[in-house]
């Protein structure tokens, strides 16, 4: 199996655990808990901030001590935005869930000069990129154009089946700005219906990391560096959820100059 994909816990404890130690790299840190109906989750990031976002279900909130009411109500990721929270490192995070929950935990590191806060489902920006069976739909909940976050970027991407997303293939793994951003990535990946699959390859330009994956439900694929184009099997609708963090919090990213032709159509 490839050293970049994990695949969900089978039994007790978080769906994915991913930290900078066991992914091999400086920044991002992943994590997937379901949670049962009534059941407490509570997070503080020790030196790093999270964002904390209701894949599915609804949870009542405290968010450093006070009462942020009730957060999410989604039934799945396909339907529509998300419910999220932002806390500084330090600040603790404490959900019940009201029915079945399943919440992502993304943490990158900061250094606390930002205030918790509520990011409900009417400040997410949505954009469309690409045409025909290049377009995906974009949930912006932390992108590099907000204000609200130290390291972390994280947004929602809907693919619909048979169609290719991250795509022309592009990269972000070195510190050369203007053109290009070093950002680690997570691909938190799931299906609609939940048997489906997607493909993902992550590769860089002398192939010395050159890996094509089969995902399916729930898997997480690690991008330490080069590109990583997706594609959907025809039937299965493909929702993932990107986590980037990188020494500075911007994104720019540099396409396959081999596939690069497609965009001067």
């Keep these: 199996m490839s050293t970049l994909l994990r695949r969900p816990h089978p039994a007790s404890g978080p769906v994915h655990a991913i930290t900078p130690a066991n992914a091999g790299w400086r ?90 806060r509520l990011i409900a489902p009417g400040e997410v920006g949505l954009e469309t990129r690409g045409s025909g069976s290049n377009t995906r739909h974009v949930r912006n909940i932390l992108p590099d154009t907000s204000p609200h976050a130290e390291s972390l970027l994280v947004v929602e991407v809907l693919t619909p089946g048979g169609n290719w997303s991250s795509y022309p293939p592009h990269k972000h793994d070195r510190d050369a700005l203007p053109d290009e951003s070093e950002l680690e990535e997570t691909y938190y990946h799931r299906m609609n219906p939940p048997q489906g699959y997607a493909v993902q390859r992550v590769y860089t330009d002398d192939r010395s990391l050159d890996e094509t994956i089969c995902v399916q439900d729930r898997d997480v694929v690690l991008v330490p560096r080069g590109y990583h184009p997706v594609g959907a099997a025809h039937g299965y609708d493909l929702w993932y959820l990107n986590v980037m963090a990188g020494p500075r919090r911007i994104w720019r990213f540099h396409n396959d100059p081999a596939h690069a032709w497609m965009l001067k159509r």
Excluded: H, K, W
């Excluded at 994590?31 to 049962?36: C, F, K, P, Q, Y």
């Design 27 to 116: 920044y991002v840190g992943f994590e997937v808990v379901d949670l049962a109906p009534g059941e407490r989750l509570t997070r503080q990031g020790e030196g790093r901030e999270l964002c904390v976002v209701m894949v599915a279900g609804e949870a009542g909130c405290r968010l450093g001590g006070q009462d942020a009411g009730m957060i999410g109500g989604r039934e799945n990721p396909f339907a529509g935005n998300p419910a999220s929270v932002y806390a500084p490192p330090g600040c603790l995070v404490e959900l019940v869930a009201i029915g079945a929950c399943e919440v992502a935990i993304c943490s990158a590191p900061a250094t606390g000069r930002l205030p918790p």
